[in-house]
């Protein structure tokens, strides 16, 4: 029952739900107390309102947003609250005090005010606002850009503006209940005041010499950086801030490769959930910013998703454009047909180039190109046969429930909880990890469902382990571990980012140069917190594991096992040679689901019932006669290339082939340039990039 009235109420948890129902109920009570009339219960009704609401903001619920939907929004609530303090005042018998008067004329004007002191903020903010972000690029050295207002200004501006009116209300509520006129002027005073000087403070930083310089200038001294940095090959992203992973999978890769390496992103939400990196990178919001930035030495353009803004770069020919997506699985996002815009795609290994064959959505067999997955490299292979008397841990990794309701998208709504359910009761006894994909119950609600039951299930299952006395466990060196682990985050959270995270973007872009040698120190600390992570609880301890920390493959290195779905998951932990279920819940039948799916060609196939269980984890038990072993050693290589050379290796030869391809071609167009012998007399089409110095004749 409260889980549903919270999820209805838009609420994260039932304090919000709490703090949300008091505060509908206290404007009933607010007006209730006003037409008794009673000062007192007015006063009790407006702290629960002041505090609930307030709490709420605190909280960022998204109630906060669904009421101003509705035209309940903060400064309606506000007026509101004023308005019943006026019909009070009325009935107290108060409506031909001075007092009374002033009470409607002040909050008059504090209205009247909220209208300048939203537009600064708005237009501060505005003005504050970068046609280019960046991170690791040197603007400081180039550009004048002055520090942000003091945060305290323009932090939640509204809100603090709207409750400087509790000076007013609460004299005046002192002047009904006392009934003595003067608190009531002085808190009128002192509302009014404040909300004058609030108005008058952000006025100075509307002057030029606090602001950044204009667009123009911006841009210019970015593209004079890009001609001094002359970047080779381009990481191209644009997408939601949910969709931040995609991009974060290759930063260290772009960290790694031969070629010079420079980050293009789209949106500002994604570089706010940017992973830390040493890269540069450069987030160009307007598609006319992007288009006319001078990317003229880029030879190589890498694109990890198919969307729409990828046009943008897409018109530079002088460029070679690849696909290199964000996973490689046998979902039909991995055979898209716009892959078709993209000079090349490279795939991990001889299954991708197989796939795109099979689906026959027009990609050319030698615009194909197989270059592994760098991202693999630290994932580590099998370790043998469990040691005598260790828990086996198995992970179970679904996907999401994607854009439809296809049943074959998620093993959640029909078998998840029958996996888990067998799981914990498995005998000889093995632990589950549970660590869904991050947009699990983003569109479908059923799914929610099944996460939170499946949740519940884990945590009850831990806590009777816990109390079972055949499972030991050394609380003080887990003690050590959890208090490591604090150490270890502190000195994390002091390394990850050289520069103010909650600063405007402009003092970022001026101050968001990461420091190598902190970069490659919070690298090691991280490997550090992982590996303590995993030693701060019991080992055969079930868990639930949801945010960015530990990663996917460091899940994988502590499992000797994984249940997962039809997703790039499945790719990617057949690199580590282990034992792997994947559920058909779409009822394929185990034949024509391996016949489907080349990545399923070594699992054990699992129906909804998840009777087939007993296979993997006899598989985990006795490796020496697990029947698929040498079956998943050559579907490593099938799908992910050869282990000689490396992945890596592999990558940078392919970006070295393909920006040699593009200089051959801009060679070969700057001989046909209107004035040479080879000119043809055919001029670009209008919007078409050429090649500098040429012009259209």
């Known amino acids: 029952m409260i889980s549903t009235a919270i999820r209805v109420a838009r609420v994260g948890s039932a304090a919000e739900l709490a703090a949300a129902v008091l505060m509908m109920l206290g404007y009933p009570g607010l007006m209730a107390a ?57 009935r107290l018998d108060l409506s031909q005090e001075p007092v009374f008067y002033a009470a409607i004329a002040c909050f008059t004007v504090f209205f009247g005010l909220q209208a300048p002191h939203g537009a600064l903020v708005t237009l501060i903010g505005k003005r504050r606002q970068m046609p280019v972000v960046t991170r690791n690029v040197d603007l400081a050295s180039r550009l004048r850009i002055p520090d942000a207002p003091p945060r305290a200004l323009l932090s939640q501006a509204t809100v603090k503006m709207l409750h400087l009116d509790l000076a007013a209300v609460a004299g005046l509520l002192v002047c009904a209940i006392a009934d003595s006129v003067r608190p009531g002027f002085v808190g009128i005073a002192v509302t009014l005041g404040l909300g004058a000087l609030y108005v008058v403070a952000l006025v100075p930083h509307l002057r030029a010499k ?24 381009v990481l191209y992203f644009s997408g939601s801030d949910d969709s931040a992973y995609q991009v974060n999978m290759w930063l260290e890769t772009m960290e790694q490769m031969e070629s010079r390496p420079l980050v293009i992103l789209r949106e500002r939400t994604v570089l706010e959930k940017m992973a830390p990196t040493s890269v540069p990178v450069v987030c160009v919001p307007g598609g006319v910013h992007l288009m006319n930035m001078d990317l003229s030495m880029v030879r190589v353009a890498l694109y990890c998703a198919n969307v729409g803004k990828n046009i943008h770069l ?106 888990v359910k067998k799981l914990i009761a498995a005998e000889p006894p093995v632990r589950v990890l549970y660590k869904p994909h991050p947009f699990t119950g983003t569109r479908s609600a059923k799914a929610g469902a099944a996460h939170r039951r499946i949740t519940a299930l884990i945590k009850k299952a831990a806590a009777e382990r816990a109390a079972d006395r055949r499972f030991t466990a050394d609380p003080a060196a887990q003690a050590r571990a959890k208090t490591e682990l604090t150490r270890l985050k502190a000195r994390l959270d002091g390394l990850s980012l050289a520069f103010d995270e909650r600063a405007d973007e402009a003092v970022t872009s001026r101050d968001g140069i990461v420091d190598v040698r902190k970069h490659e120190e919070a690298a090691r600390l991280r490997a550090e917190w992982n590996e303590t992570y995993w030693r701060s609880f019991p080992s055969y301890e079930h868990r639930v594991i949801t945010g960015t920390e530990p990663r996917l493959y460091d899940c994988f290195n502590a499992s000797e096992a994984m249940v997962s779905d039809i997703s790039s998951v499945v790719s990617d932990f057949i690199a580590s040679g282990k034992p792997y279920a994947v559920t058909d819940s779409a009822e394929l039948g185990a034949e024509e689901f391996r016949r489907q799916n080349t990545a399923v060609r070594a699992a054990v196939i699992l129906s909804n019932g998840a009777a087939e269980l007993d296979q993997l984890l006899d598989a985990v038990r006795h490796p020496a006669a697990d029947p698929l072993a040498k079956d998943r050693k050559e579907l490593k290589e099938y799908l992910l290339g050869p282990d000689e050379p490396t992945s890596l290796q592999q990558f940078d030869s392919a970006i070295s082939e393909l920006a040699l391809k593009a200089e051959t071609r801009n060679v070969g167009q700057d001989a046909h340039a209107p004035g040479t012998d080879a000119a043809v007399g055919a001029a670009p089409d209008d919007g078409a990039e050429l090649p500098k110095g040429v012009t259209a004749g």
């Not at 702290?47 to 709420?56: I, P, R």
């Not at 001294?221 to 001094?228: I, M």
């Open 34 to 90: 006003a037409l008794v009339p009673s000062a007192p219960a007015f006063a009790a009704a407006a702290a629960v309102t002041y505090l609930a609401d307030l709490y709420l903001h605190r909280k960022g619920s998204r109630l906060i947003g669904l009421l101003g939907k509705v035209r309940a929004g903060l400064s309606t609530r506000f007026l509101v609250r004023e308005l019943l303090l006026i019909l009070l005042l009325a």
């Open 314 to 419: 897409l018109r530079v020919p002088t460029m070679k454009h690849v696909f290199i997506g964000h996973g490689d699985s046998d979902k039909l996002a991995s055979v898209n047909p716009f892959s078709k815009v993209y000079d090349e795609v490279w795939t991990a290994g001889r299954a991708g180039r197989d796939r795109y064959a099979i689906a026959d959505v027009g990609i050319r067999d030698e615009d194909i190109v197989e270059v592994g997955r760098p991202q693999l490299a630290p994932i580590r292979t099998a370790s043998g046969t469990p040691a005598e008397g260790d828990c086996p841990t198995v992970l179970y990794a679904p996907t999401w429930e994607g854009w439809d309701d296809n049943p074959g998208n998620t093993s959640l709504l029909l078998a998840g909880e029958n996996i």
């Open 210 to 233: 606090r602001l950044p310089p204009k667009a123009d200038k911006v841009l210019g001294v970015v593209s004079a950086w890009l001609r001094e940095y002359r970047p080779q090959t």
